[in-house]
């Protein structure tokens, strides 16, 4: 059972945690931004000796099939060598940060947990750091060498669309309000969501200052009925997983539905719903 400490650092705690062996990606990433701005960003100033983890080269899988997904899971050996180049060793911590309202950070988390390797999120990411007179620097960090990595998936549950669809607990859909009930559908195929589904806004997980709320805070926004499992899903997997690490957080392991609606709303065979929940 995870708790807050599990997955999450905070700036006061980084340096110890460095020094301790942790090692540092920086993961800024924004959806519809050009492709590598997020490594501009990492370049202009970055904190010392992060290296920058690609989330859609590293973290994503190949668009073969709609139904997968915008963004679907990369396979073990995709992963093994895109952290093998950053030089990642297995048997030392990760933190990932980002910036607030990224989302990647969390993706990663999931991710490298996903895969087997012990991982934090910097909470706050970059703004908190720099908030806290934490110095950037910019370039490339050095200093590692590629490493070679064997990796296996399957260590956080996921689900088919099949499972989804027959799932005896609660579905959440994180996506903003408008786009769950169907008012709007910016990026995807059809507008709605998936039937029986709840709604709970992503963008609820962090406070003013891009930091996750305390548990106090989390319990009232998930509204989790005691005992029920929990499935979460976004538009394609990614945001979702800011609340998976929510989830965490308070010891409670969601499973995530990898395509999301992305994927769902590809398949002609699955029904939509719209409006509030019933």
């Known amino acids: 059972m995870s708790t807050r400490n599990d997955v999450l650092v905070s700036v006061n705690d980084l340096p110890e945690a460095v020094n301790a062996g942790a090692q540092l990606l920086d993961v800024r990433w924004e959806l519809g931004e050009a492709s590598g701005a997020g490594y501009q960003r990492y370049l202009t100033g970055h904190l010392p000796s992060a290296r920058f983890l690609d989330l859609e080269k590293v973290l994503t899988g190949p668009l073969t099939d709609p139904r997968l997904g915008r963004h679907p899971l990369p396979s073990a050996e995709q992963l093994a060598v895109g952290l093998g180049e950053l030089g990642i060793d297995p048997e030392q911590p990760i933190v990932v940060y980002d910036e607030p309202g990224s989302y990647a950070a969390a993706r990663a988390w999931w991710v490298l947990t996903w895969a087997g390797l012990s991982t934090w999120v910097l909470d706050g990411g970059v703004s908190a750091w720099t908030a806290a007179d934490g110095g950037l620097v910019s370039g490339e960090s050095r200093g590692w060498e590629p490493t070679s990595l064997t990796l296996e998936t399957g260590c956080l549950p996921t689900l088919t669309a099949n499972e989804v669809a027959a799932f ?8 903003a309000p408008e786009r769950y009930r169907g008012e709007v559908e910016p990026i995807d195929a059809k507008a709605g969501h998936i039937p029986g589904a709840v709604n709970r806004p992503v963008s609820g997980f962090w406070d003013e200052n891009g930091l996750m709320p305390g548990a106090d805070k989390l319990d009232e926004l998930l509204a989790l009925p005691a005992d029920r499992p929990v499935a979460v899903y976004c538009g394609s997997g990614v945001s979702a997983a800011q ?29 939509v719903a719209t409006g509030d929940a019933s």
């Open 243 to 271: 609340v998976l690490l929510a989830l965490a957080s308070l010891g409670i392991e969601g499973a995530l539905y990898p395509p999301s609606w992305s994927g769902w709303s590809a398949d002609d065979y699955r029904p």
């Open 168 to 175: 005896d607990g609660i579905v959440m859909d994180v996506r």
